[in-house]
């Protein structure tokens, strides 16, 4: 009991930076009342739509993960966007214990801002040797203003699973040991599962890394190269892990040969620029002077990926003390191989994935298969905060290091300016009243409680003068509480032939859309 208490107790600083960060930035997006939920009345939903098929799918209420009941009659509708099957668990725990699906939305929220705060402080803290810098790091991970401009794209809340990939390759490095690759490649892959976007994202840096980490221990690899068993293990990883990724990759594999990929001169214009680091959204504490430098750009809203001043200072530092490395001691002490190891990779994934008007080294990685399929490479903001925490962890280090005796008093005013420069304005957010979407869903549910289960609704409102993609959501989330099929439909891309009917959605547009699946109904319920 002594032991539990003394570990509670030094667990202080994990606790308050977590409470801080949820009180300040999540609870500021939804509300203490829980009567907002990230996003807007499109992705935001859209997402909720694709968490509860998982669910009912996982429950045997689907026959297919892959096969959901929108734009029909097409097939694999969900093949155009993330399927997030590898955090549907946590969204169906709050499912079962009796929760609607906006709530257990927010719930799934909260959970993986948590878990991905979690992971990223157990990784510094092991990187570092230091619960505060840990702390500190793992706080810009899961709360920075950055996230702000992803709050439309819930599909990459999940990313807990980044810092855990990137730890089991260091791990692997001391020795080699096969098992810790195993787990490194297997934490790639279930971020795949758990977001397609940054599965592919992750990719760049923990192939920098893996490339790093086997020059640096080219002898040792070559003695382990000597040994079959070695081989044997290390060749079953890669097969193995190889197998569990393709499973949730090939239906994508099998559309992409039907719409093609973009062409790299559509997305170039989507990669961060060195403005993008500088542009902020409005509603910061200190930061709104910054709220115009990048409003010049097509969506600007997606290139709204500043991380707040402390994360730009910290990187700053960390550059200023490589160069004199050689010449303090306290930095020699702080950046050991592996945080050596770590800024070369996120410095190159930074690199990467920049541009400098219409040029950028991501055209090379572009050309690897499934790159091409993303559009909004912005998004990568949510990797590269990884890196920017590891930067405020070696910069408080510097502190915490020399001025040890002081330890506690430096991390309680070090996480105050960070939770100072990352606040937002929650007037200001990415955020929908929770009321309103249901309300939206319940009012024409209730004009289609009288059809049978399993048939197929159109919905084609009389009044029609809100964005198209709110009525179609409207009309995939009230069939799929009521087991029906329904033709509207939303998501990252659509069918061929579906076009006119995305945008108006009437009779025309519905047959013009039947005649090309060639499907002549014998029974349709048209909802108005």
């Not at 750009?297 to 490395?325: E, T």
């Not at 020699?332 to 996120?346: F, N, R």
């Not at 559009?375 to 930067?391: D, G, P």
């Not at 869903?441 to 197929?456: D, Y």
Request: hydrophobic fraction near 50%; charged fraction near 15%; aromatic fraction near 18%.
């Amino acid at each position: 009991m002594k032991l539990k208490t003394e570990k509670l107790i030094n667990s202080w600083p994990f606790l308050l930076g977590l409470v801080l960060g949820l009180y300040l930035m999540v609870f500021n997006i939804i509300g203490f009342d829980f009567s907002y939920f990230p996003g807007d009345l499109g992705d935001g939903r859209f997402n909720m739509y694709i968490l509860e098929h998982g669910h009912k799918f996982l429950a045997g209420q689907e026959d297919s993960l892959w096969n959901a009941p929108f734009f029909y009659p097409a097939a694999d509708v969900i093949t155009f966007s993330d399927n997030l099957i590898g955090t549907v668990p946590i969204y169906s725990f709050f499912r079962v214990l009796g929760y609607d699906v906006v709530t257990s939305f927010q719930f799934w929220f909260i959970t993986l801002t948590i878990l991905s705060y979690t992971t990223c402080y157990f990784f510094l803290k092991w990187t570092f040797r230091n619960k505060y810098a840990a702390v500190l790091g793992a706080f810009l991970f899961a709360f920075s203003i950055a996230l702000q401009s992803q709050m439309t794209h819930a599909q990459v809340f999940p990313r807990f699973f980044i810092p855990l990939a990137l730890w089991m390759l260091l791990l692997f490095k001391k020795d080699l040991q096969p098992k810790y690759f195993f787990l490194a490649i297997l934490f790639l892959v279930l971020q795949f599962y758990a977001g397609v976007y940054l599965g592919f994202m992750l990719a760049v840096p923990f192939g920098i890394l893996l490339i790093l980490i086997v020059f640096q221990k080219r002898k040792l690899l070559f003695n382990k190269a000597k040994k079959i068993r070695w081989w044997l293990f290390s060749g079953g990883s890669i097969i193995i892990n190889l197998g569990i990724l393709g499973v949730l990759m090939y239906p994508y594999l099998q559309r992409s040969r039907e719409v093609g990929t973009n062409s790299y001169e559509t997305i170039v214009g989507t990669l961060p620029s060195f403005r993008s680091f500088f542009y902020s959204q409005d509603g910061t504490l200190c930061w709104d002077v910054l709220s115009n430098t990048g409003s010049r750009y097509d969506a600007s809203w997606d290139h709204q990926i500043f991380p707040g001043g402390m994360a730009i200072l910290s990187l700053i530092i960390v550059g200023i003390c490589l160069l004199f490395r050689k010449r303090w001691p306290l930095v020699k002490e702080i950046a050991t191989s592996t945080v050596l190891l770590l800024i070369i990779a996120g410095g190159l994934t930074i690199i990467i994935f920049m541009r400098y008007q219409g040029y950028s080294l991501y055209q090379l990685v572009y050309m690897i298969p499934g790159f091409g399929s993303m559009r909004s490479l912005t998004r990568i903001i949510n990797l590269e905060l990884l890196f920017f925490s590891i930067a405020v962890a070696f910069a408080s280090m510097l502190l915490l290091k020399k001025y040890s005796n002081y330890s506690a008093i430096i991390f309680v005013g070090f996480l105050g300016l960070l939770a100072t420069d990352n606040y937002f304005k929650e007037e200001k957010s990415y955020r929908t009243d929770k009321a309103e979407a249901q309300w939206r869903v319940e009012e024409l549910r209730k004009k289609m409680t009288i059809i049978p289960e399993g048939s197929v609704v159109s919905y084609e409102p009389s009044i029609n003068n809100e964005p198209a993609f709110y009525y179609q959501l409207d009309a995939m989330l009230a069939t799929q509480s009521l087991g029906l099929k329904s033709v509207n439909g939303y998501s990252g891309n659509s069918p061929k032939g579906f076009n006119d009917f995305w945008w108006d959605l009437d009779e025309e547009s519905r047959l013009k859309w039947f005649d090309y699946m060639d499907y002549h109904p014998d029974s349709l319920y048209i909802i108005h």
